[in-house]
Nanobody, 119 residues
Framework: QVHLAESGGGLVQAGDSLRLSCVVS????????MGWFRQAPGKEREVIAA????????HYEDSVKGRFIVSRDNSRKTVFLHMNSLNTEDTAVYYC????????????WGQGTQVTIFS
């Protein structure tokens, strides 16, 4: 059974940084592309960052491009999201998941981690 465990969220001021982590178990981590998603209040969950199996390619949604960096450590079965220059519009619950060939989430969601930005 695949288990996704996100952590690292918190309440921070606009302009600050956070690093999120997602530890994955129950699958062969190094064979999966991974993505970070977020769901803001009243909105649908959306993918904001993706990273290939080896970490050599990444992709970002426009609103986070240049501020967020996705990385992974396959030896620790962990994917990270480094978030810089946070603003109030980044307030959301953040999730990770493996990505299918069409960038759809593949497994049951974890509990997510809450990120709240105040100005």
């Amino acid at each position: 059974q695949v288990h996704l465990a996100e952590s690292g969220g918190g309440l921070v001021q606009a302009g600050d940084s956070l690093r999120l982590s997602c530890v994955v178990s129950g699958l062969t981590f190094g064979t999966e592309a991974m993505g970070w998603f977020r769901q803001a209040p009243g909105k649908e969950r959306e993918v904001i960052a993706a990273i290939t199996q080896t970490g050599d390619n990444t992709h970002y949604e426009d609103s986070v491009k240049g501020r967020f960096i996705v990385s992974r450590d396959n030896s620790r079965k962990t994917v990270f999201l480094h978030m810089n220059s946070l603003n109030t519009e980044d307030t959301a619950v953040y999730y990770c998941n493996a990505l299918s060939a069409t960038n759809e989430p593949e497994y049951t969601w974890g509990q997510g981690t809450q990120v709240t930005i105040f100005s």
